[in-house]
């Protein structure tokens, strides 16, 4: 049973992600269906929470994108890194970083790349440093972010053993930028030059991004200074009791939920974009920003309800096999990666995959200090940001290797994960938690 079932959640997760779109989510509600009827598997719960989370940071990007803040945004990136050329192995993956931090989502990462694979190409640098540490900076970045559906799926499930979202943040933050810059050193020292004759002119690249936002710039100011309200008041009411709204049931006072804290202040935010900015319901929907978000929102649908699923059903050979082969405490981060491999989703590995750890009695302090590893996602380079990057390449430098798993991506995204939960473990023993 193991086996098949491993076998349906490896092929639905491969032909979902080659054939992108909403294509994961039929198929994952397809690979569900298989388990029940073939292997008379009880289904998992559907992930309407990690739906509802999605689907409320879509609606607040799409607004600011609607708004011009997205648009601004890139562009100031974009004037960051034309501003110093030769040093975009090192600014990229840092901007990157940056933005999908503030915009809860590595599919931000998008309106960068090209940006990235240009300016490379014009001085000479070769694309795949910048573009595959980018990729891998993105993931990150995501997973840092305290409106990412990632880091509330992570924080409910700390939080159920006393580990406080100001905590996580104090531990992911830094290890995840620190990963980050070991992998950028050792990037920078890999020694492949351009491919002859692919190098651009050099007097473009110091080239200025064009004015930015000539017209309503301050409505994309606006609706960046709302949208940064909204992650800054997410983290305060969650970390604040004081803060929540409350009510009474039968004479006892009701906190609400922390699960439901960040989709009513993301929805809220969006509102009050929507209003102040006079944005046009009609013209949310239309942008690239909410088109992706939404067919992400589904992709998780699918998959994440299938991998559950696989995990619930599979669980008892789950747990004998981990306590057998990987019993240290340490080794659950192995266990991330390789599911998040599978899996191909950050927020969908850790639903599926904490379970096994709580269940197994690891302590919370090593689950959030393996936190990073849900980020393998590149490991089979099939993910969409990777599928970008490598098309933006025209120099053909960020490619996928003759053995799959040889492709630009690789050595990146391993330092950082690697040195990530290094400095996890590290600030986790050193903060005595």
Known sequence: MLLIGLAILLLASFLGSRLQG??????????????????????????????????????????????????????????????????????????????????????IAYSILPVIAEVSKEVGIR??????????????GALA???????????GFLKLSGIEIVTIFKIIIPSTIGGLLMA??????????????STATETTATAMPSTLLPRGAGTAKLSIVCFLLGGLA?????????????????GLKT?????????????????????????????????????????????ILGIAWLSSTFVQSNKPVLLEFISTYLSAPWQFSIILLSMA?????????IQ????????????????????????GVFIIPIYPTMLAAMHLDTTGTTRIGKFLFNHSFMLPGLVSIAGAIGIGFLLVYIGGL
């Not at 694309?127 to 990150?140: D, G, K, Q, T, Y």
């Not at 983290?235 to 009510?247: E, F």
């Not at 491999?341 to 590995?349: L, Q």
């Open 22 to 107: 909403m294509s994961l989510s039929m198929l994952g509600g397809l690979g569900v269906w298989l388990f029940m009827v073939f292997l008379n598997a009880t289904p998992a719960d559907p992930p309407f929470q990690i739906v509802l989370c999605i689907a409320a940071v879509v609606a607040a990007v799409g607004t600011i994108e609607a708004a011009g803040g997205l648009s601004y945004l890139v562009q100031l990136a974009e004037l960051c890194i034309r501003k110093h050329p030769r040093s975009i192995i090192y600014i990229s993956p840092m901007v990157t970083y940056a933005i999908t931090f503030l915009g809860g989502t590595n599919h």
């Open 352 to 375: 599926a995959v904490f379970p096994l750890g709580i269940a197994l009695g690891i302590p919370p302090k090593i689950l959030l200090a393996s936190a990073a590893a849900v980020n």
């Open 184 to 197: 950028t050193f050792v990037t920078s020292l890999l020694g492949k030059e351009m491919p002859e004759g």
């Open 127 to 140: 694309p795949e440093r910048p573009l595959s540490l980018s990729v891998i900076a993105a993931l990150h």
């Open 234 to 250: 997410t983290v305060l009411i969650d970390s604040v009791q004081s803060l929540r709204p409350s009510w009474e049931i039968n």
């Open 341 to 349: 491999a599978i899996i191909g989703s950050s927020a969908t590995t």
């Open 145 to 155: 972010s305290p409106i990412s559906s990632i880091m509330v799926i992570l924080s």
């Open 255 to 299: 906190l609400l939920p922390s699960a439901y804290i960040m989709p009513l202040v993301m929805l809220s935010t969006a509102a009050s974009i929507m209003l102040l900015c006079r944005i046009a319901p009609k013209a949310i929907t239309q942008g690239k920003a909410f088109t992706a978000g939404v067919q992400g929102m589904f992709s």
